[in-house]
Structures are given as C-alpha cells and as structure tokens.
C-alpha cells in the first residue's frame, strides 16, 4: 500500500506543471462516497473438485461495500478506492466454507462532462489486494483455553495476508468501467449529495498469481461487477469558496498498547508472546467547510509472530471512524484543530499451521487452524496539526503533512473466548500522515 500510494504522489507530481502551463478556465471537484454492489465469481477448480465427490459447488457472487476518493481538475479525474468483497457462504458436513477479498485501487480517468450536475466518467484501475478463503465449523469456541489446547478446527488460506497489516497487500489488479454520478443540492451548505453508480468487469492480469495450496482462486478477483452509493462532493461551481475541500491522507504511526492479558494465557498454554507493539496503516478522507471538518477513517492494526515451532499467529484489529470536529486555527498553511469519530472495531487471533497439504488432501484432512473473533462500537477524540504544502503556484492542490494525537475508546467487551480485550482497543495514540487536498 505505501507503494501504491508513491504512484498516487508521482502521478499529481507528473500532472503539476502540465496544469501551471494551463491558461484556461480550470474547473476541480472532489468527492467521497461510500458504495455497495455485487460481482460474479465462479470457483472453477475448486468446484469442480467438490462435483467430482458429488457435492453441491460454492455460490458464484460475492458482495462489495467499498469507500472511495475521487478529485477532477478539467477532465482528468484521480481516486483512490478501497473494496471488501464477501463471498456466499455454504454449508458442508458441519462446515461452513467461505471466501473474501479486499482491494485497494488507484483510478485513472476521464470525464466526458464539465460544468453539470451529471457526471459520466470513464476510468480505468490499478491496484493490489487480499484473499482468505476458509472451511471452518459453524459452530465457533466460545472459551480462550480450549481451543488454545486444541485450535485445529479445520483450515485457513490466505495470500497477500493482511491480518498481518496492510504493507502485505500485493499481486497486480485491475478493473476498468464508467461511473455515472448526479448531484442534488443540499439547502444552506457547499457540498452536494452525490448519487453514484459504478459498472465494469475486474480482473487479475497474470495467470497464477492467486494460486492457494496448488489450486487456483484466481476467480474471485475476476468478474463483472455494478455498485451504487452516495457520498458529499464539492462540484466546480462551488470551489471559488478557498476554505471548502475535501483531502485524502495515508496515516500510519503508534498505538501505544500491548495484548498483555492474551500473551499470559499463551505463555500458560506454551505458545510464544506477541511481541512489541501493534504496526497500523489506512486512508483517512476530512471535508472541510467553513472550519466544520467531517469525514471517514479505516486502518488496520496487525501483530504477527511465531506461536511455536510449527504453527504461526496473528492478532488483528480493523477500526472505521465516521469524524467530526473543527478546524479552530489557520495561519498562513499551518492549521489546528480537533475531531470525534464514533465507530466500528473488531478483533481476529488466528493460529494456523505452518505446513498443510495440497488439495485435494487439505479438502480431506481439513484440521489444521482455527481463530476467534468479535466486534462492537469504538469512539475517539483526537487533536492534530497540519502544514499544506502548494503544489502549484495557482494552488490547485495542496501536499498535506499532519499530526494526531487521540484516545481510542472501546464500547464493548471485545472477547475473545472469555477473555476481555477491551483494554487492548483502548488505548493513546499517535498518528501520522501524508496525503493532497484540492
């Protein structure tokens, strides 16, 4: 992902002086939206292994919600989205299996409209992602020490595993299609409600790049796809107002927690510690109007390490902040302010062994790993400083550097068994970032 995001800084870098040289008119908007939609992916090897023992094969759609970025100066359109992809789940002799990826993409692109509520774009992406894919019970452990005595409950892939942070996404992906958007005008403010649909096809452009244990799963990155959302956009016509924007940040830095609480009773069942602390990287998106800041935030928490000789352990945390605040200082391209975000956190420990078979053996043998999970409400407050940097000298966009400081909150137990990690969520932190700003 940090590499990802280098192309994103080089391509407006490449796009600068093209724009400084421009002596027209030039129009920008920015957007964030949030979307939803669905996909179709056949498991064509995997399948055929199940019609070959004459059971019924996995369902060929998976579903997406997805958040995304887009900025336009004149008519070439730059975003950045990032996807989760759900597969149907089902059932087999007391298993269930499933499947899910995510993605990040960087889109390209052109718009074939200016000044107008309607907007129809053609784009293409470029991006990287992750894929698990799982046959496990139905039923989950619901005590820390038992499935710590016995977590073989059946068996966990995953490629490009970002249970052990985002910097693993990787293997090249692609999707190209058109975006049809409308705004409608919100009564008293700059920003409009945008009303957005997205239809393509997305693929993985090299043939073996999603193989897992000798089989390939190279489908379920490919597959026509259509997504309809909503978001806040500034249009063209509203941009003479220097103080309304909408910036894009990558933010990575510390959480000063540690699972004390969780290493103790893996020390007790003779696994290793995890060591140090929690390593986080996500996107933040922050509207501004006026001083009021508004936005979402993702990032992912990840530690990883040896349990023993033959198996491996992660402990993962995905957090999603919907912020809200005010920007309260701003001198010459210096700014203060503070934000509140109320939102969603979970928690994974997963134990997988080292070493598995191939298919169609893992299909047969199947115990192998095993994970617990749980989920529930987050809030935070957070104070921050920032420094834009003009990135030309008619200052379309702006390079923003920034610093925050906050709390987590945890508004739930988190347990993972009976064990209460509550105190693990809540924790200060400090975070950098790094992103552009219209």
Known sequence: MPNFFRIFILISLLLSPALSRSQGLITKRSTF?????????????FNQMLEDRGLTPLRNRYQTIGLGYQNRINDFVLGLELYHNQGKRSELDGYRLSYRTSR??????????????FQLIHYMSLGMGFLNFQMLPKEAPNNLVDFLADPELGFILRENNIHKGSRKYGDFLTEIGFQLSYDFPLPGRKESLDVIAKLGYAFSPFEGKWNLSDMS??????????????????????FFYKDASIALQLVSGIHFTKPDRLNNQLEEAGYEPLKGRPSNLGIKITGETEGVLYGVEVYNLSMDGSANSLKSQTLNSLRIYANGGLKFLKYKNFGMGALGGVGFGNIRYTLSQVEKPDFPELFEQRKFDGYLKNSGLMAKPEVFVEYAHPMTKRKWFDLVF???MGYELALANYRLGELDMAGYMSAPYLMFGIGVRP
């Open 402 to 404: 920034s610093v925050s």
């Open 33 to 45: 939206y949030a979307v939803m939609g669905t996909s179709g992916a056949k498991l064509n090897q």
């Open 217 to 238: 799963f190279q489908n379920t990155q490919s597959g026509a796809f259509i997504r309809v959302g909503a978001g806040l956009s500034i249009p063209d016509r509203n």
């Open 104 to 117: 990040v993409l960087l889109n390209v692109g052109y718009s074939f409209t200016e000044e107008s509520k």
